[in-house]
């Protein structure tokens, strides 16, 4: 088993230390782990942030997990990533932090429209049509960078499962997703707290166009990585829509 959705206590809501991560991730089966806690941004304003780690945090980020990929490497296989959104207008900044620091991977988790210190957050409340369509927009450019590994909580946006017009746009995604042979996420978190994502309505349409699915336990404490048994169950439903699974992914 691989997991590349893990945050750690500088997002300001998980809890735990990153080795207690580890070794529940070990105890469970796990022969890769790869951190991707919310990607800071680089602010011109004094803006602080409430669900990410702040830029100056980085470089602690990195040489703790660095040391713990050393101190594990005969028992487990760890790589260093970011979970971030598409924000046009800081993507080159987050190119330099890329190289700077030499990260194996980013996700793309869609979560704000533009910037989380001024623009909207898609998970609540319902959505109009005209909000769903730029979400889909942003994701499309996300993708087309090449910069993200996979595709985090795709169906995250608050859209309307019954109306076909807000499917057609979401539906764009999984074109994208196939042309460009990026994963989409089965996202365990949302599936164990039973949230309006993962979608049966987004992943029938995965299933139209073939896409690869990937799980993410979006660990936010260390006991998500040893649940086994919601693993197991997602396996299941993803078996059940026909869909297909893999654990593959593109590093940078």
Not at 97 to 112: A, F, M, P, T, V
Not at 148 to 173: C, G, N, T, W
Not at 190 to 196: A, I, S, W
Request: contains cysteine; charged residues 30%; proline residues 4%.
């Amino acid at each position: 088993m691989k997991n590349y959705h893990t945050h750690t206590y500088r997002c300001k809501h998980a809890i735990g230390k990153e080795e207690d991560y580890i070794k529940n991730a070990i105890k469970a089966g796990y022969t890769e782990l790869g951190f991707s806690d919310h990607a800071p941004w680089h602010y011109e304003s004094s803006f602080h942030p409430t669900m990410r780690m702040e830029e100056d945090e980085i470089e602690g980020y990195v040489q703790t997990i660095r040391a713990l990929k050393e101190k594990y490497e005969d028992q487990i296989s760890i790589k260093i990533g970011f979970e971030c959104e598409y924000f046009e207008d800081k993507m080159d900044w987050m190119r330099d932090i890329i190289k700077k620091y030499g990260l194996d991977y980013l996700i793309l988790g869609n979560h704000y429209d533009e910037s989380d210190e001024y623009g909207e957050y898609y998970g609540f409340p319902d959505k109009d049509l005209e909000t769903v369509k730029k979400y889909v927009s942003q994701v499309i450019k996300g993708m087309e960078t090449g910069l993200f590994s996979y595709v985090a909580h795709p169906d995250v946006i608050a859209y309307d499962q019954k109306d076909p017009r807000h499917l057609a746009e979401m539906e764009k995604i999984c074109i994208k997703a196939k042309e460009l042979d990026i994963p989409l996420e089965f996202n365990l978190l949302g599936f164990k707290t039973g949230r309006d994502y993962p979608s049966v309505p987004f992943f029938a349409l995965c299933k139209k166009h073939n896409n690869r699915i990937i799980i993410g336990t979006d660990a936010h404490e260390p006991s998500a990585l040893d649940d086994n048994r919601t693993y197991d169950e997602a396996c299941y439903v993803i078996n059940k829509l026909g869909l297909e699974k893999t654990e593959e992914i593109r590093f940078l």
